[in-house]
C-alpha cells in the first residue's frame, strides 16, 4: 500500500516547449476549420487518448499523437498559468 503522507514529486524532463506548442496551435486551426469546437476535442483526446477526437484535416491527427499527452496538459496549464492574473 502506498503511503500517503508524503508528496509525490512529478517531473517532465524538459523538451522545446515550442513543439507542444506550436502543434496544439495546428490541431486547433484545423479543428476550427472543420467547425469542430477545438477545446472540446482536445479535451476528449487528452482524457481519452482516443485519436478519433481529431480531424486527420492539415495531418491534425497524426501531429498531435507524436506529442505525448502529459505534454500537452504541461504546455496548457504552464500557459494558463503565465496568463492568469490571480486575485
Known amino acids: 500500500m502506498q503511503k500517503l503522507e508524503n508528496t509525490q514529486y512529478f517531473k517532465v ?3 522545446p516547449a ?3 506548442r506550436a502543434v496544439l496551435a495546428a490541431v ?3 479543428l476550427t476549420e472543420k467547425g469542430y469546437n477545438p477545446v472540446n476535442q482536445i479535451v476528449g ?3 481519452s487518448g482516443d485519436p478519433t477526437y481529431i480531424t486527420s484535416h492539415k495531418n491534425a491527427r497524426s501531429m498531435i499523437m507524436k506529442v505525448e499527452r502529459d505534454e500537452l496538459v504541461e504546455e496548457l496549464l504552464t500557459e494558463y498559468i503565465h496568463t492568469k492574473e490571480w486575485e
Do not use: P
Open 13 to 15: 524532463d524538459s523538451e
Open 18 to 20: 515550442d513543439g507542444a
Open 28 to 30: 486547433y486551426e484545423a
Open 45 to 47: 483526446y487528452i482524457m
